[in-house]
């Protein structure tokens, strides 16, 4: 992609709205500008590492056995009734009426619309376990959205929905989808805690929040040092037993601030990690709360009707993007994993309509390209300061730097985002440098 013809609107400096790290970074490298309060439109490189980030949510989510499907962002306020959410939910669901005068509303969140596609659709314990997932919009009508994206309005959203003929099996729901999470933040450079957890307006018995480690994070959280480095589970069998993963995971202390013993967190003296904390995922074993409510039954093997147990686990997939920029990033900008970079080598012309930099640039792009890997072409007529300004800014993990000099001799400069280093190379052994790296 040449960055001539590409859009990515970059500021100089830093506007004066955005409060936290990571709404001024996506504000300046040009991934999202605001269309009302709480509420952003997505630009292409936003868009680029939005999508990323979801296909890694996806990908872990098939793993697990979860399914995919789409369900609508308007929902009927019958339902709702239905559960007696309608009237406890609050301020934040925003409420609406279609041009019949019925009562609708833009789903906060959807356990009574997949609670309905199951008893409809799923009659016999043969059916079971299923889990249901969606990636979509969701909105919720925050009093004060600040912060961009981390307390804002409309938000892409990961949410799944177990449903099992009894606890056991739905506990084992429950431990596939912590082991899932575990490795899908992992996947996207982010070391995410689970940490136990208040139920709220979701409801159910258990809950656990997934908390990323930031200076800057939201609230103040409290952990044993062993998570720091704590290896992530590989090679997963989601068919066996995973309790002895999830005690692993969750039998350290832990806890956000609203869940914190100073006691519990005195005994453990040097071991205790004090620090800020983002949350980027929740899970919650709900229970038959919704099952009871709205009906949702199965036949059972005795012949008897049995009301399903249920669990639901959400992801922050916009919000996660926003994380990952809080906790990776330096004073040029932002510091991408590789994994979800919005291109993955960035090639810097230092002197545009220069035959030998034009063909050089070419052919790097071009041989980058059939390796399946996207690069952004930096083909303006700008100054070297502001090519390598911009390339920082937007975080690309791998920057190729061509210049006259350089080229003169057939070499090109390599440089690492992450670390700062540099090599000069030639053209060919840049090239499969990067090639052996994807």
């Not at 030998?356 to 980058?368: N, P, V, W």
């Not at 080229?407 to 440098?433: D, Y």
Request: net charge negative.
């Amino acid at each position: 992609m040449r960055l001539s013809r590409f859009f990515a609107p970059t500021l100089k400096e830093n506007p004066t709205e955005a409060q936290i790290v990571s709404h001024r970074l996506m504000l300046r490298a040009g991934m999202i500008r605001q269309h009302a309060a709480g509420i952003y439109n997505w630009l292409p490189l936003g868009n680029r590492v939005l999508q990323n980030v979801a296909r890694i949510v996806r990908e872990e989510q098939n793993a697990a056995g979860a399914l995919e499907i789409i369900m609508p962002t308007i929902q009927s306020a019958d339902l709702w009734r239905e559960s007696g959410r309608y009237d406890d939910y609050g301020a934040e669901m925003l409420r609406i009426k279609d041009r019949h005068e019925r009562d609708m509303l833009y789903g906060p969140t959807h356990e009574e619309v997949v609670t309905d596609i199951f008893r409809t659709n799923l009659k016999s314990y043969r059916d079971l376990p299923k889990n249901l997932y969606q990636i979509n919009w969701k909105f919720r009508d925050e009093v004060r959205p600040r912060f961009g994206l981390m307390r804002g309005r409309e938000f892409l959203m990961k949410d799944a929905y177990s449903f099992d003929l009894d606890y056991a099996s739905a506990r084992h729901s429950y431990n596939q989808m912590i082991v899932a999470y575990l490795r899908t933040f992992a996947r996207m450079g982010l070391r995410a805690i689970p940490m136990a957890a208040e139920t709220g307006p979701i409801g159910g018995t258990l809950s656990h929040e997934f908390i990323v480690l930031a200076d800057t994070g939201e609230s103040a959280v409290y952990c044993h040092k062993a998570y720091l480095d704590k290896p992530i589970p590989e090679n997963v069998n989601y068919n066996a037993d995973l309790s002895h993963i999830v005690e692993d995971w969750t039998s350290l202390y832990a806890a956000a601030d609203e869940k914190h013993d100073p006691k519990k967190a005195d005994e453990l003296g040097a071991d205790l990690v004090s620090a800020r904390g983002i949350e980027v995922g929740h899970t919650f074993y709900l229970g038959k709360k919704y099952s009871t409510a709205l009906g949702a039954k199965v036949v059972g093997p005795d012949g008897n009707q049995v009301e399903v147990e249920m669990g639901c686990y959400g992801i922050g997939v916009s919000r996660c993007v926003a994380a990952i920029i809080e906790a990776s990033h330096d004073e040029n900008g932002i510091v991408w994993p590789d994994s979800v970079a919005p291109f993955y080598v960035g090639i810097i012309n230092l002197k545009v309509g220069d035959k030998a930099c034009d063909e050089a640039c070419e052919k790097i792009h071009d041989a980058i390209q059939l390796q399946g890997c996207d690069a952004l072409y930096d083909d303006r007529d700008e100054r070297a300061g502001v090519k390598f300004a911009d390339m920082d800014l937007m975080g690309i993990p791998w920057q190729i730097v061509v210049g006259p000099k350089g080229i003169a001799k057939g070499m090109v400069e390599l440089k690492r985002r992450a670390t700062g280093a540099k090599e000069e190379l030639s053209l060919e052994s840049a090239v499969s440098k990067l090639s052996a790296t994807i």
